[in-house]
């Protein structure tokens, strides 16, 4: 095989084309690998598009259902007196006091 230039041509006796330019030559034996390359990078691109968009989801989600733990009463019981003290206090939703509401 002599080279002259990128662009000369080399002749490939067994090969399945007989004249491939050598930049080409270089592709086609590596095509297969190359191909398989930019299958398993579509398919990392796609698992992560995926996993992105389930965390995109819990986020949603968490918002919905997630309430600060600071404004829980302990479980333990020891909550008890603590709720008492608060005993007429109407809490909203997140667990702060509510105002009554000024018209």
């Known amino acids: 095989e002599r080279r002259r230039s990128v662009n000369s041509i080399i002749r490939v006796p067994d090969g399945p084309l007989n004249e491939i330019p050598s930049r080409l030559r270089l592709d086609v034996e590596r095509g297969s690998d190359y191909l398989k390359r930019v299958a398993e990078e579509r398919e990392r ?45 109407k809490r909203g939703s997140y667990g702060g006091v509510m105002k009554p509401h000024e018209t």
């Open 45 to 89: 691109r796609a698992e992560a598009q995926r996993l992105r968009q389930l965390e995109i989801e819990a986020e949603e989600l968490a918002q919905c259902t997630f309430r600060p733990s600071i404004n829980k009463a302990p479980h333990n019981g020891g909550g008890r007196e603590r709720l008492s003290v608060m005993g007429g206090v």
